[in-house]
């Protein structure tokens, strides 16, 4: 089994930036993506941002020049800052990473409000 456990949402005025952190333990030998997704009330769960073995990234088109992933290996940790934001980014954030022969998991999600 693969645990995760998220950190760092909360709430932020319109053009703030707050940081994600998802730390994964247990079953993890070989991750092969470490990534974000998020879901608004009344919305589809969506790609925010991947990250793969290698360092290859994937971005949702609302999100791109505004955030970042990244990953520390060593802390098998991914993060996720979150620059400009936006009121339309308000949303669950939920943490996925996918290991080989073990498949995907998912974070418990970390709520994120940008209001003024």
């Known amino acids: 089994q693969v645990q995760l456990v998220e950190s760092g949402g909360g709430l932020v005025q319109p053009g703030g930036s707050l940081r994600l952190s998802c730390a994964a333990s247990?079953?993890?030998?070989?991750?092969?993506?470490m990534g974000w997704y998020r879901q608004a009330p009344g919305k589809q769960r969506e790609l925010v941002a991947v990250?793969?073995?290698?360092?290859?990234?994937n971005y949702g088109d609302s999100v791109k020049g505004r955030f970042a992933i990244s990953r520390d290996n060593a802390k098998n940790t991914v993060y996720l800052q979150m620059n400009s934001l936006k009121p339309e980014d308000t949303a669950v954030y939920y943490c996925?990473?996918?290991?080989?022969?073990?498949?995907?998991?998912w974070g418990q999600g970390t709520q994120v409000t940008v209001s003024s």
């Open positions: 996925n990473v996918f290991v080989e022969y073990v498949g995907p998991s």
């Open positions: 990250i793969v073995t290698g360092g290859h990234t």
């Open positions: 247990g079953s993890i030998s070989s991750i092969y993506s």
